[in-house]
């Protein structure tokens, strides 16, 4: 429980995106014990990106969303208890001699469809343990992730609003 709390904290104490998803990435390892994540974010209708990660192998590569990428879009986590029987891996062969298993959760905010991608070198590494912390943590990490988009909109107002009251001030005083 410990390990979640600070994964609850990172969430909430975050000053932006990058930083919540940076802080997930050391946080949720302690609980998940997972060797390596990504998160994926949707760059476009069924194909995903990866920015962030815990090993360059796994960054910026494009995945294409098949039936798993699906179920875990509408809001469930999936646990592949080995990856070569799911078609997103298949793009990725190069990490299937590191990668055997994999738990996939969603992170969804109000501008980022995201998903959260833990792995394992042993197959059936993840069990409904892992299945249970995940589905608790998403439903709090949406909430959280929404939050700092709606305050991060409100920062960008502010400092446009800034923008244009300092042109104006600039204008009026010629």
Known sequence: MKGLNAAFKSLTTSHNISETFENLLKTLQEILHYENAFILFEIQPGQYMSYYATHYDFLERIWMSGDLFKSVESGKPQIVKNITYASEWHQHIDLQKHVKS????????????AMFVCTNSKEDFFNHSHFK?????????????????????????????????????RLQAK
């Not at 994999?102 to 501008?111: Q, R």
């Not at 909430?143 to 305050?151: R, T």
């Open 102 to 113: 994999a738990l996939h959760f969603p992170l969804k905010g109000s501008k980022h469809n």
């Open 133 to 169: 912390i995940t589905s608790h943590f998403i439903h709090f990490a949406a909430y959280a992730i929404k939050m700092l988009e709606s305050n991060q909109s409100l920062k960008d107002e502010i400092i446009e609003r800034e923008k244009v009251q300092a042109e104006n001030a």
